[in-house]
């Protein structure tokens, strides 16, 4: 079984990765509102039949449905809509590479609004260094707003990819703020959470042309099958059974591999001209967020007690290993 879950943590990155390539075909196509509107319902279909078939979603839970809708837009709408738009504007193999500074943005959004996340020298470190590569990317001392220079780099595409890992990153928070004491599964969160965005998006979206995209086979089956099926649904059923196998710590590792996979298939496949200063950048944000990791404060144990529906018993987490379980919930929905 454990080579299984090793199995899936590859393939999970790899999926994780292609999203990219796949929202640039469909950019030619349709909108990026467009596109996220597609992703999530299609993703959310899968989805919704694992989890029922898993006996994981209740209508009882609706009455926490305003957490749900905050959780829909920070870590599903806002985020799947900047991305598709900053990957409109950006190389895919660029874009891919910002991505990975997520994981800094959810340790900013943590230090400034969570008593419990104190910083060391380590961790502000890996910040610096990470938020150094953005910059590096990004490169605004050549090129004014809005337009593309070398290596394809777009001000007003970085700053959409910015975007989205902040609004991702301040998923976090509020999930550890408001969602933690529900005990709600992870399963059943990230379906309320994809179902209110697919319905957001359906309220919101324009979907006049959207059949555009279906002219070209292989752009449908990417955004369908690749961006919905795959890299919406699927990959949380991978996540949570890579979580289960190897624990949540080890999970939140392949958070690493797509900014290599979106690299990988724009330079290699695709033939998109990725400057060296771009790769160089890609390792600092990468090495950055690995110095956060390793760099976090240890804390005491606490005794956490269930709430009174629970049907477990008390038992001693540390703050950390809240965090962790949290992280199913927000990272299965990443970029």
């Known amino acids: 079984m454990k080579i299984l879950a090793y199995l899936a943590f590859v393939l999970l990155g ?28 299609c993703g959310f279909v899968p989805l919704v039949i694992f989890a029922v078939l898993r006996r994981e979603v209740h209508l009882r839970d609706m ?6 809708v905050v959780m829909a837009l920070l870590a599903t709408a806002i985020y799947y809509f900047a991305f598709a738009k900053g990957t409109a504007l ?7 590479m910002l991505s990975g500074a997520i994981p800094l943005f959810a340790f900013v959004t943590a230090l400034l609004f969570l008593r419990d996340e104190r910083p060391t020298v380590k961790s502000l470190c890996g910040v610096a260094l990470g938020f150094a ?20 780099v777009s001000i007003a595409g970085t700053a959409y990819m910015i ?28 379906t309320y959470q994809i179902g209110i965005a697919t319905a957001i998006f359906a309220l919101a979206t324009d979907v006049s042309g959207v059949g555009a995209v279906f ?5 449908a089956i990417g955004l369908v099958v690749g961006l919905g ?6 990959a949380y059923i991978l996540y949570y059974f890579i979580v289960d196998q190897l624990g949540a710590v080890a999970a939140s590792g392949v958070t690493y591999l797509p900014p290599l996979v979106a690299m990988a298939i724009g330079i290699v496949l695709i033939g998109e001209p990725v400057a060296g200063l771009d790769v160089v950048a890609m ?38 290993a809240r965090q962790s379980a949290l992280e199913v919930q927000v990272k299965a929905s990443k970029a």
Do not use: C
């Open 14 to 41: 790899v999926v994780w990765g292609s999203n990219f390539i796949f929202m640039k075909w469909a950019a030619d196509y349709i909108a990026p509102q467009q596109i996220a509107f597609l992703r999530v319902l």
């Open 63 to 68: 009455r926490h449905i305003h957490h749900f």
């Open 90 to 96: 950006l190389l895919s193999s660029v874009a891919g």
């Open 133 to 152: 590569g953005v910059v590096l990317i990004a490169r605004p001392w050549q090129i004014d707003a809005g337009q593309v220079g070398e290596g394809g």
């Open 163 to 190: 975007v989205g890992a902040l609004s991702v990153g301040g998923s976090f928070v509020y999930a550890r703020k408001f969602i933690s004491p529900l005990k709600l599964s992870p399963l059943a969160l990230s």
């Open 215 to 219: 002219d070209d086979p292989k752009t």
């Open 229 to 234: 099926v795959l890299g919406t649904g699927l």
């Open 283 to 320: 390792v600092a944000i990468l090495f950055g967020v690995f110095l956060q990791q390793i760099g976090r404060r240890a804390v005491p144990l606490t005794t956490i007690k269930p709430p009174p529906e629970s049907r477990g018993h008390g038992r001693l987490l540390t703050p950390d």
